[in-house]
């Protein structure tokens, strides 16, 4: 059996397209692109942008987990407490999976 493969510069399993704010560089950006680059299993969770209703995202990820699924219940848990800990509420939805590999 082979060594195993590298997911680094793998978008993985998208499951919705990620969108940023206009001018966007804060941390949400820059967590995706980590997520990107990552070698392992990864996940990167984010709530709805909607430029009409809600001007800002949270986000979460989790880089080079031991499984696809263990990234996915971290990173939406570190996304569910970024809208607890900044006391938001979105029109468009809370915390989903965005792209997991």
Same mark, same amino acid.
């Given at each position: 059996? #082979?060594?195993? %493969? ?19 560089? #804060? ?32 986000? #979460? ?10 990234? %996915? %219940? ?28």
């Amino acid at each position: 059996m #082979g060594a195993a %493969e590298s997911l680094a510069g793998n978008k993985g399993d998208g499951r919705f397209a990620v969108n940023f704010p206009p001018g966007s560089t #804060g941390d949400c950006p820059k967590a995706y692109k980590a997520y990107v680059a990552a070698s392992g299993h990864s996940a990167y969770a984010t709530t709805f942008y909607s430029r009409v209703s809600d001007l800002y995202i949270i986000c #979460g990820s989790k880089l080079n987990a031991p499984s696809q699924q263990a990234a %996915e %219940e971290i990173a939406l848990r570190n996304c569910q407490a970024g809208l607890t800990r900044w006391k938001l509420k979105t029109t468009a939805g809370g915390c989903a999976i965005a792209a997991s590999k």
